[in-house]
């Protein structure tokens, strides 16, 4: 029987069984289980107690995941869950259900009772090891026209999953994977159908390069200049510059550093941002005194123009006081 809550939900059926020999016993699921971010779980146990016991006498059932004080702190009480846990017992079971389950509430759960005798309580231990996962697209090369998406989770789904695909926020979809074009520019996404949690963050080829200088003044030759590229991408672009009409690149890397700054390194630079779905270029122009003779200063030209007017002040000085 499903919650009534909305959302994937994961039931554990019983069968691992903790049994005492004085007629206490609790019987869970697999030890591991995992469990889609934003869904709502399930976790189901049966439990046994000694015969001369009535219900009446369970002053006690609960769920935990921690102890404070050595006393197990309940799920219901705990303001990481709030409002976010329902207990469905009867007479001999009980099922705790988790909704909107973040990645916060991968733990151990145990199941407790506790009696009207003082100090008399049982727990069904080990409990229930939950994993709550999100999801990733990972990319495949298929061949060199098209890439293979596909959603991964970091645990194993107890049940065999299908994933809705979006392409810029529009299901597209519903299958395992997903064939995209090469060198697209969309952004894909997954989401595991059936779940109310979130969409996977998008994969997407590298926007168009920007591109910054340092210094961003007038350079001198014999300077020092880095230049940087930053894209926009998911995977993270790779980076790697070339000057025009040069075949070879030149530097690979965010920054590209030019050292002693002369004539010869004015040009067309620009960076090639590079990731699994595609790439993009941005161009850059640097040109020195030398070569176009005014958007930067040689320091030889810097010096001789300097002397050049101390020259022409002491000339004028002289002329002035002979007169």
Same mark, same amino acid.
């Given at each position: 029987?499903?919650?009534?809550?909305g959302?994937?939900?994961?039931?554990?059926?019983?069968?691992?069984?903790?049994q005492?020999?004085?007629?206490?016993?609790?019987?869970?699921?697999?030890?591991?289980?995992?469990?889609?971010?934003?869904?709502?779980?399930?976790?189901?146990c049966?439990?046994?107690?000694?015969?001369?016991?009535?219900?009446?006498?369970?002053? &006690?059932?609960?769920w935990?995941?921690?102890?404070?004080?050595?006393?197990?702190?309940? @799920?219901?009480?705990? /303001?990481?869950?709030?409002?976010?846990?329902?207990?469905?017992?009867?007479? &001999?079971?009980?099922?705790?259900?988790?909704?909107?389950?973040?990645?916060?509430?991968?733990?151990?759960?145990?199941?407790?009772?506790?009696?009207t005798?003082?100090?008399?309580?049982?727990?069904?231990?080990p409990?229930?090891?939950?994993?709550?996962?999100?999801?990733?697209?990972?990319?495949?090369?298929?061949?060199?026209?098209?890439?293979?998406?596909t959603?991964?989770?970091?645990?194993?789904?107890?049940?065999d999953?299908?994933?809705?695909?979006?392409? %810029?926020?529009?299901?597209?979809?519903?299958?395992?994977?997903?064939?995209?074009?090469?060198?697209?520019?969309?952004?894909?996404?997954?989401? @595991?159908?059936g779940?109310?949690?979130?969409?996977? /963050?998008a994969?997407?080829?590298?926007?168009?390069?920007?591109?910054?200088?340092?210094?961003?003044?007038?350079?001198?030759?014999?300077?020092s200049?880095? @230049?940087?590229?930053?894209?926009?991408?998911?995977?993270?672009?790779?980076?790697?510059?070339?000057?025009?009409?040069?075949?070879?690149?030149?530097?690979?890397?965010? $920054?590209?550093?030019?050292t002693?700054?002369?004539?010869?390194h004015?040009? %067309?630079?620009?960076?090639?941002?590079? &990731?699994?779905?595609?790439?993009? %270029?941005?161009?850059?122009?640097?040109?020195? =005194? =030398?070569?176009?003779?005014?958007?930067?200063? =040689?320091k030889?030209?810097?010096?001789?123009?300097?002397?050049?007017?101390?020259?022409?002040? $002491?000339?004028?000085?002289a002329?002035?006081?002979l007169?």
């Open positions: 029987m499903s919650p009534s809550a959302g994937l939900v994961v039931f554990l059926l019983s069968v691992q069984v903790i005492s020999l004085d007629g206490w016993g609790v019987n869970y699921d697999e030890t591991e289980v995992c469990a889609a971010k934003g869904s709502v779980v399930g976790i189901y049966t439990f046994t107690h000694p015969s001369g016991l009535d219900r009446r006498d369970m002053k &006690n059932i609960l935990f995941t921690k102890e404070k004080d050595g006393e197990p702190v309940d @799920l219901r009480k705990d /303001p990481e869950y709030s409002a976010r846990v329902e207990y469905r017992c009867s007479k &001999n079971s009980c099922t705790l259900i988790i909704t909107d389950v973040r990645e916060s509430d991968s733990a151990e759960y145990k199941f407790t009772l506790k009696t005798k003082p100090g008399e309580k049982y727990t069904g231990s409990g229930v090891t939950l994993s709550v996962t999100g999801f990733q697209v990972q990319v495949r090369r298929s061949d060199s026209t098209w890439l293979e998406l959603c991964h989770s970091s645990c194993v789904l107890s049940d999953p299908e994933y809705d695909w979006y392409k %810029n926020g529009e299901n597209i979809e519903t299958g395992s994977s997903l064939l995209v074009s090469s060198g697209s520019t969309d952004r894909y996404s997954c989401y @595991l159908r779940s109310s949690g979130q969409r996977s /963050p994969v997407y080829g590298p926007q168009r390069p920007s591109v910054s200088v340092s210094p961003s003044a007038e350079m001198l030759e014999g300077d200049v880095n @230049l940087t590229c930053s894209a926009d991408a998911n995977p993270a672009a790779n980076y790697t510059w070339y000057k025009e009409h040069e075949d070879s690149p030149r530097a690979s890397g965010q $920054i590209f550093t030019i002693d700054f002369t004539a010869e004015s040009g %067309n630079y620009y960076c090639e941002a590079q &990731n699994e779905m595609g790439r993009s %270029n941005s161009t850059l122009r640097l040109i020195t =005194s =030398s070569e176009k003779g005014g958007s930067s200063w =040689s030889t030209t810097a010096a001789v123009a300097f002397t050049s007017v101390i020259l022409l002040v $002491i000339i004028i000085l002329a002035f006081l007169i």
